[in-house]
């Protein structure tokens, strides 16, 4: 993998750290209902619960603050090798953990590290990948968060038959495994070019995208004139100086409420109330074993994988306003069916209705998968202009971790007082959320990230700027049929 190294061996390798972070999401929802760890760990009720789960998010929050001046500093590589490393830590503490004092270090140690990869990861894979493809690519991250709640899911169904403490540390432990495969893999992949650029490596920069677009071949046209590309916007942007202030200034404020509105909006879905505490749900309509509930939690994770597929196909086609709508509007619906129906069950005990709630999960967990599972991750890592993406990433990500954390600690508490009306409250937030996506979010499909500044410098109403994509395209189709003279770039080459 020296010489060449193509697109989707890198973005299937960065990817684990996607894998980590749905991992450790997911993994404590069936250990919570698991006997053993009740009775090991002193039955905690639902605060105690709440805080088991949300210390993950808490180092989350830390870890995505980090991650900025580190990404910057180490380069986008080295911060998820280190991430992937506090990882490993991580999982080893909870694995030995004798108290809850002790988990819930172990899960913040864990949080650490995948709030740095959560925020590094996208933005590796934004930098790294060709316009067309860079969709699908970052949307590779949210299919590995799904992957590894899937994998998470079916573990936790395979040591729920297991006697003894086993049956929890056993999950707990097994998250090593690729928290070592990614250090080590990680290794051999590229610099991301834009980062190498920014750092005056440009003979380095060229050598990453001929690695990335041309398979080895540095000397490529196309990859010259991409490296143009990314030094003009290089050194127009280094002149203007990146502070964090700046986010708060125009014409930044507006990307970053953009931005940080996307990530605060993707955990008011509910999607982690659904995917940590569905068994809760289950278990409340009747469903009675831990192996039926683990097998029904399998099924929703196996739903939450196969659901990402066609964003990871289509979103570059669909483009990232209407993916998002179609989603928002889906889950709004469903919410809205899922606590009819268990109001209904509340009422009348009827197996049916039980069955038709099992089933609006599932279809709220497929509504978000294809839409903002993808899009929130999506939109933030490149909408920003590379002197203060890390930074801006960083702030965005962060936002999401604390939305992350008030939703993980407020939903076993929420689920006991309120019942099926959180529920209907998620319905009508999310028909709030389909408005400002209307009003906002513009399209950015198929721009270069260099140009996606042409969009946030039209209308700040997104429905009257999302015609600039067929504008602006064509002419960057034409630009890379010119070669242009740069002195400093050959002697690179």
Known sequence: MGRRTPKYIVSSVVTLGGLLFGYDTGIMSLILQMERFKEYFGNPGALATGIIVSSLTIGCFIGSLLSGPLADACSRKRTIMLGAFVCTVGAGVQFGSVNRAMLVGGRFISGVAIGLMSSVVPMYQSEAAAPRQRGRLVGFQQWAITWGIFISFGIDYGCSFIDGPKQFRLPLGLQIVPSVVLLVTMGFMPFSPRWLVARGRLGDARQALGRLRANGHANAPAVGEELRRIHRAVVQERSRGSVYSELLRAPLRRRLL?????????????????????????????????????????????????????????????????????????????????????????????????????????????????????????????????????KANSVTTATNWIANFAVTLASPVLLQAAGWKLFLALSIVMLGTAIFIYLFLPETKNLSLEDIDLVFADSVWAFRSSDLVPKICPLLEIGSNFSTQDDTLRTAA
């Open 258 to 390: 953009l931005g940080c509105g996307m990530q605060f909006m993707q955990q008011f879905t509910g999607i982690n109330t659904l995917m940590l505490y569905a068994p809760t749900i289950f278990r409340g309509i009747g469903l009675g074993s831990v192996q039926s509930i683990a097998l029904c939690q399998a099924v929703n994770g196996l739903v939450n994988v196969i659901a990402t597929v066609p964003a990871l196909l289509w979103v570059d086609r669909w483009g990232r306003r209407p993916t998002v709508l179609v989603g928002t509007v889906s889950i709004a619906f469903f919410y809205l069916a899922l606590s009819l129906l268990l109001r209904a069950y509340d009422v009348s005990d009827d197996r049916s209705l039980a069955i038709a709630a099992i089933c609006m999960v599932y279809l709220v967990v497929a509504s978000f998968a294809f839409s903002w599972g993808p899009c929130a991750w999506l939109v933030p890592s490149e909408i920003f202009p590379m002197r203060v993406r890390a």
